[in-house]
């Protein structure tokens, strides 16, 4: 079991800049693939960026290329999205999520059903 903790949502003005962390506690850490996802009203959830298990390789969905990035800190046993440039388009619940991953699993998962483990969710909200 993995058990996922996200935070540092909030509410910001387009332009601005948030760091998501996401915690994660249970099985070991640096044995698992982990995702971001996100979920606006009335929209299905949607893919935003994934690091591969060895942390070597990433994806990103096009909508926030270049101003997203994700990254893994395994000492902490953290997951972070670091969001720059943030458009009104980008408020959503965002979902940190976690499936444990072979040794030599070396991709990063963009596909919500390849997921196991999910966090409760944190609220970015974006005004323009």
């Known amino acids: 079991q993995v058990q996922l903790v996200e935070s540092g949502g909030g509410l910001v003005e387009a332009g601005d800049s948030l760091r998501l962390s996401c915690l994660a506690s249970?099985?070991?850490?640096?044995?698992?693939?982990l995702g971001w996802f996100r979920q606006a009203p009335g929209k299905e959830r949607e893919f935003v960026a994934a690091?591969?298990?060895?942390?070597?390789?990433?994806r990103y969905a096009d909508s926030v290329k270049g101003r997203f990035t994700v990254s893994r800190d395994n000492a902490k046993n953290t997951v972070y999205l670091q969001m720059n440039s943030l458009k009104p388009e980008d408020t959503a619940i965002y979902y940190c999520?976690?499936?444990?991953?072979?040794?030599?699993?070396?991709?990063?998962?963009?596909?919500?059903?390849?997921?196991?483990?999910w966090g409760q969710g944190t609220q970015v909200t974006v005004s323009s």
């Open positions: 690091i591969s298990r060895s942390g070597g390789d990433f």
């Open positions: 999520a976690a499936r444990l991953a072979p040794w030599y699993s070396y991709t990063a998962d963009t596909s919500p059903a390849k997921y196991d483990y």
């Open positions: 249970g099985r070991s850490f640096d044995s698992t693939a």
